[in-house]
C-alpha cells in the first residue's frame, strides 16, 4: 500500500540520484555520481520492498536516509554551502520524519 513512508523514501530517492547526476554534470564528481545513483537504487529498491510489504524496506530506507543526512551534515558544515548539501540535508530529515512517523 501506498503510504507517506514509501512517498518519502521514492522522493528521496529521486532526489538523491538526480543530484548525484548533477555532481557529476556540473563538476566531473564521479564520487558524486557513483553515491548519487547507489544511494538512489537502494532507496528505490526499499520503496518496492515496503510496497510489498516487507518491512525490512522500511528499515534499508532509514538507514540510507540517516546516513545520507550525516555524510551532508558533514559536508554542509566543511563547506558552508547550502547548495547542495543543505537542501538534501533538510530534505532528508523531512523524509526521516515521515519513515519515523509512519512506523510509529
Not at 532507496?43 to 540510507?64: E, H, N, R, T, W
Amino acid at each position: 500500500m501506498m503510504n507517506l513512508a514509501v512517498l518519502a523514501t521514492i522522493a528521496y530517492g529521486l532526489l538523491s540520484g538526480v543530484g548525484g547526476i548533477w555532481g557529476y554534470l556540473k563538476s566531473k564528481s564521479k564520487p558524486s555520481l557513483i553515491a548519487g545513483c547507489l544511494s538512489s537504487v537502494l532507496l528505490l529498491v526499499a520503496a518496492a520492498m515496503q510496497l510489498q510489504g516487507l518491512d525490512f524496506g522500511l528499515l534499508l530506507s532509514k538507514i540510507v536516509i540517516l546516513l545520507l543526512v550525516v555524510v551532508f551534515a558533514v559536508r554542509l558544515i566543511k563547506t558552508s554551502r547550502f547548495m547542495p548539501s543543505g537542501v538534501m540535508l533538510i530534505a532528508g530529515i523531512i523524509a526521516l520524519s515521515c519513515l519515523f512517523t509512519q512506523s510509529s
